[in-house]
C-alpha cells in the first residue's frame, strides 16, 4: 500500500514570502494531522481534520498559517508570510477514523523548510 | 498542563541492551505510543500500551505503568541500524492527535 506522499520535500524562502505544502493521505485514511517539528524537538500539531472538517486547529497561527482538505482527501498547509521562526520539517500524517488500528498515524517524509 | 518527559542523548554499544524511559503529565490518556525518526526521515511506529504491563515485538519491548505516568522502550541486541531518535508521545483523548516529547537521541557505536 502507498504510503503518506508529500511535496515539495525542500523548500528555501525568503522571510515574508509565501509557502505552500501538498499531503496526499493513504487511501482510506479518513483523519490527516499537518505537524510542525522544530529542529531538536518532537513534532506538534497545527492542525487535525476529519474528512473534510477541521477537528482540532488550536495551535495553529490562523494569521499566518492555513490549511485546508477541500474533498476531504487530499490536503495543503500555507504560510503567509513567513517568519524566520517557521523553519522548520512540516510532517503530514493520517490514520484510520475508526477500528481497531484507529490510534496508529502514518507519517509522511515531511517538507523541510528553511526561511532566510 | 502537558509535559512528556525523556533524556536527551544515550549512546550505547552493538549487542548491549538500552532503557529509554519517558515520564508524562497529560490532561487525558488514552495511550502511549513510542516512534522510532532516523536523520531527516519521517516518525515510524514502533510500539503502542494502552494497558500496563510490557508489550514484546522482536527485539524492542515497551512497558507502562499508568499510576506513575512511566514508560520506557527497551532495546535488545543493539544494531547500528537503531541510532535514531526515539520518541514517546501521549494520546489523551481517542481520535486526537499526539503530545509528543522531544525525542531521545540514541548512538550505537561498534
Same mark, same amino acid.
Given at each position: 500500500?502507498?504510503g503518506v506522499a508529500q511535496s515539495?520535500?525542500?523548500?528555501?524562502?525568503?522571510?515574508?514570502?509565501?509557502?505552500?505544502?501538498?499531503?496526499?493521505?493513504?487511501?482510506?485514511?479518513?483523519?490527516?494531522?499537518?505537524?510542525?517539528?522544530?529542529?531538536?524537538?518532537?513534532?506538534?500539531?497545527?492542525?487535525?481534520?476529519?474528512?473534510?472538517?477541521?477537528?482540532?486547529?488550536?495551535?495553529?497561527?490562523?494569521?499566518?498559517?492555513?490549511?485546508?482538505?477541500?474533498?476531504?482527501?487530499?490536503?495543503?498547509?500555507k504560510i503567509q508570510p513567513a517568519?524566520?521562526?517557521?523553519?522548520?520539517?512540516?510532517?503530514?500524517?493520517?490514520?484510520?477514523?475508526?477500528?481497531?488500528?484507529?490510534?496508529?498515524?502514518?507519517?509522511?517524509?515531511?517538507?523541510?523548510?528553511?526561511?532566510? | 498542563?502537558?509535559?512528556?518527559?525523556?533524556?536527551?542523548?544515550?549512546?550505547?554499544?552493538?549487542?548491549?541492551? %538500552?532503557?529509554?524511559?519517558?515520564?508524562?503529565?497529560t490532561s487525558g490518556f488514552n495511550?502511549?505510543?513510542?516512534?522510532?525518526?532516523?536523520?531527516?526521515?519521517?516518525?515510524?511506529?514502533?510500539?503502542?500500551?494502552?494497558?500496563?504491563?510490557?508489550?514484546?515485538?522482536?527485539?524492542?519491548?515497551?512497558?507502562?505503568?499508568?499510576?506513575?505516568?512511566?514508560?520506557?522502550?527497551?532495546?535488545?541486541?543493539?544494531?547500528?541500524?537503531?541510532?535514531?531518535?526515539?520518541?514517546?508521545? %501521549?494520546?489523551?483523548?481517542?481520535?486526537?492527535?499526539?503530545?509528543?516529547?522531544?525525542?531521545?537521541?540514541?548512538? %550505537?557505536?561498534?
Open positions: 500500500e502507498a515539495p520535500r525542500y523548500k528555501i524562502i525568503e522571510k515574508r514570502q509565501s509557502v505552500a505544502f501538498w499531503c496526499n493521505p493513504i487511501s482510506g485514511h479518513a483523519t490527516l494531522y499537518w505537524y510542525q517539528q522544530i529542529l531538536g524537538q518532537g513534532p506538534k500539531l497545527l492542525i487535525q481534520f476529519q474528512n473534510n472538517g477541521v477537528v482540532d486547529d488550536s495551535q495553529l497561527p490562523k494569521d499566518r498559517f492555513s490549511a485546508e482538505r477541500l474533498k476531504g482527501v487530499d490536503s495543503t498547509l517568519k524566520l521562526e517557521d523553519s522548520a520539517v512540516y510532517l503530514c500524517a493520517s490514520s484510520l477514523a475508526e477500528g481497531t488500528r484507529a490510534y496508529e498515524q502514518y507519517f509522511g517524509p515531511g517538507t523541510r523548510l528553511t526561511v532566510t | 498542563g502537558q509535559n512528556i518527559d525523556q533524556p536527551t542523548e544515550m549512546t550505547a554499544t552493538e549487542g548491549a541492551i %538500552v532503557q529509554i524511559n519517558c515520564t508524562y503529565q495511550g502511549l505510543f513510542w516512534y522510532q525518526q532516523h536523520a531527516g526521515e519521517a516518525p515510524t511506529f514502533l510500539s503502542y500500551n494502552v494497558l500496563d504491563g510490557l508489550e514484546e515485538k522482536g527485539r524492542f519491548s515497551s512497558f507502562l505503568s499508568r499510576s506513575k505516568g512511566y514508560s520506557y522502550l527497551l532495546l535488545k541486541e543493539l544494531q547500528m541500524k537503531d541510532s535514531a531518535s526515539y520518541l514517546c508521545a %501521549v494520546s489523551n483523548q481517542a481520535g486526537t492527535a499526539l503530545i509528543f516529547g522531544k525525542g531521545t537521541t540514541l548512538s %550505537v557505536s561498534s
